[in-house]
């Protein structure tokens, strides 16, 4: 039996939706939004995200796990802020808890560690101790460390 035919265009739609792809890694939501709004019919969206994802353009598992570390190493996120992203981005569950676990604990501790002496470091010598300390708290619960690490990581200004 002959192999179905394409729909005209979908080479190039493909084509476009793999450069999309390779620029850097995507989930299924992210690229799956993208394509939508190119404004072609829902059926060759699924098409395309089905050829996609067969030839591993597209993988939530490695697009979580790469995410995971990539906000933790170069914007020092902790895994509350990157849990939050993922999840909006769709990401299963099992997903995220797997990525969060990539996360070396130790260093984890020690960036959060190295996160309050900075910021101490910027906040004034006429505050006092519980004023500093409050700051640098709210400074790592933004950063998205959870409250037993950030906890953890004030010992260090005693």
């Not at 030839?55 to 990157?82: H, L, P, V």
Request: hydrophobic share 35%; aromatic share 10%.
């Amino acid at each position: 039996m002959a192999k179905k035919k394409p729909e005209p265009g979908f080479d190039s739609l493909m084509e476009k939706a793999r450069r999309f792809c390779v620029y850097r890694e995507r989930g299924r939501f992210e690229t799956e939004h993208k394509i939508k709004s190119w404004g072609i019919p829902y059926n060759l969206v699924e098409k395309l995200m089905k050829a996609l994802e067969e030839e591993k353009f597209i993988d939530d598992t490695r697009f979580a796990a790469i995410y995971a570390r990539g906000k933790f190493n170069s914007n020092k996120w902790g895994k509350t802020k990157i849990a939050a992203y993922l999840r909006e981005m769709r990401i299963s569950p099992g997903d995220i808890r797997d990525a969060l676990h990539g996360i070396d604990m130790e260093k984890y501790e020690q960036t959060a560690a190295d996160l309050v002496r900075k910021k101490a470091a910027t906040l004034k010598e006429t505050d006092d101790f519980y004023t500093r300390q409050a700051k640098i708290t709210n400074y790592l619960l933004q950063k998205g460390y959870e409250m037993n690490v950030v906890k953890l990581a004030l010992q260090v200004l005693k």
